[in-house]
């Protein structure tokens, strides 16, 4: 894996970290080349960015063997069994405590300002850095979060030897590392530019997202909701931004679930442009281990059309216009829901679908139809252009170049969200936006 830059790599890491949306979460970068990164991930997150200047406190004798870290704040953290091992005196240790002490202070000048740091008590904590190599540094900024108050600490980089989660405990709640290679040798190996992120790019990015916060907008409600399909309770998550003009249910496919990383950042996406998302799992707990029903098209467009039903029996949503997104065997389950006469969708999304298993029924479907494959996942898209010819209502396919199957290819999801949304808005709110 390889990545074109660090705005890149936050891209690509922000698709992962989604379920932390949300989490009362703040996002800190190490400066310098952790902040690009950071960005990225605060943005698509909808969460606070903040630096995190910490220094490593070295063994005398051997600097690269952290024996504690400082941060802001007098935040202090000291391994008493490595300071005895290595036989560090407590003048040694002031020593080194005092020198790093004036660089951290400098830098924290440099990079903060006069700017506050955002609180961490109580809060969970998104430590972000470029990549790791040795770790010390990644693992001293967790202990410092920690020692300012933080309920859970994850650490996200994008690329690190393999062996690092393990390493990082238990300093990290959670590490999130996209790649961990057997050959690593050094961060930039992994990155087609890899240029020294400057002081100014810091300051800059602090203070676009200072200015410009993610999402400034928070939803009149974003909350867990048990969804009556029929006799049975679904699990969702029903998000719904203020004055929303209509709401995309997804219809999850290949046994995954409403935590599905892929299928939350556009529901994120579509969140920010104000439409309403309902993340729905089309299986019961007690269904979920019989893999037959995941096939069961029929059984799930039942269940899609009883959530839709369910959304109608909440006051403000009962004149709003309905979406459906479907991917995989999800997209079959609604076209096959939209072919129903009295179907209750206004437009339909299809992310790497499987529109063949909605077979004759496809005729029937007379909502709007956007079909999303990417260009390299050979079979289902031969599969979509097929279906869509078999469609009578308004289409279209779009083919996301170079994107296999799960579209996790760099820059892939983000166009299947840009997409998806235009043709949400068009066809739920009405705005006049073209798709591709």
């Known amino acids: 894996m390889r990545f074109a830059d660090r705005t890149d790599a936050g891209r690509r890491l922000a698709e992962v970290l989604q379920p932390l949306a949300g989490h009362d979460l703040v996002v800190l970068g190490l400066p310098r080349g952790g902040v690009p990164v950071a960005y990225e991930i605060a943005q698509a997150l909808g969460a606070p960015l903040d630096v995190i200047v910490v220094r490593k406190l070295g063994v005398p004798r051997q600097p690269e063997l952290a024996m504690g870290a400082i941060g802001e704040g007098g935040a202090r953290v000291v391994d008493d069994e490595v300071v005895r091992r290595a036989g560090v005196t407590p003048q040694e240790l002031a020593d080194v405590e005092r020198r790093e002490r004036v660089e951290l202070e400098r830098r924290t000048a440099r990079f903060r300002g006069a700017r506050t740091a955002i609180p961490l008590v109580g809060r969970t904590v998104l430590v972000v850095d470029d990549g790791i190599a040795t770790g010390s540094t990644a693992r001293a900024a967790c202990r410092v979060a920690r020692a300012r108050g933080a309920s859970a600490v994850v650490l996200a980089v994008p690329v690190g030897p393999a062996g690092v989660a393990r390493r990082m405990q238990p300093d990290a709640d959670r590490v999130v590392c996209l790649h961990t290679p057997a050959d690593f040798f050094a961060l930039q190996q992994f990155y087609d530019d890899f240029t020294q992120t400057s002081d100014e790019q810091v300051l800059d990015l602090l203070r676009r997202a200072g200015e410009h916060p993610a999402r400034p907008d928070v ?28 709401v995309v249910v997804f219809a999850h496919g290949s046994g995954s679930s409403r935590h599905s990383p892929r299928n939350r950042y ?8 104000g439409l309403g998302t309902l993340l729905l799992d089309l299986l019961s707990l007690d269904e979920e281990p019989d893999r ?6 029929e059984l799930l467009a039942r269940r899609l059309r009883g959530a839709t039903a369910w959304l109608r029996t909440l006051d403000e949503l009962r004149h709003t216009r309905v979406g459906w997104f479907g991917a995989s065997t999800g997209a079959a389950a609604a076209l096959w829901a939209a ?3 009295d179907a209750d969708v206004a437009a339909v999304v299809s992310r790497g679908g499987r529109p063949d298993l909605a077979g004759p029924r496809l005729s029937l479907v007379r909502a709007p139809t956007l079909l999303v494959v990417g260009g390299d996942d050979d079979v289902v898209l031969e599969l979509n252009r097929r279906a869509q010819a078999r469609l009578r209502c308004e289409s279209r396919l779009h083919v996301v170049p170079s994107a296999t199957h799960l579209f996790e290819e760099p820059g892939a999801l983000e166009q299947v969200a840009d997409v998806a949304t235009a043709w949400f808005r068009t066809h739920l709110a009405g705005a006049a936006q073209a798709v591709d």
């Open 219 to 246: 939803p009149r409600l974003d909350e867990e909701v048990n969804v009556r399909a029929g006799q049975v309770g679904l699990g969702g998550h029903l998000t719904l931004p203020e004055g929303a003009p209509g």
């Open 266 to 273: 556009v529901a994120s996406a579509l969140n920010e442009a």
């Open 292 to 297: 037959s029903r995941v096939f069961d098209i």
């Open 339 to 341: 072919a129903e006469p």
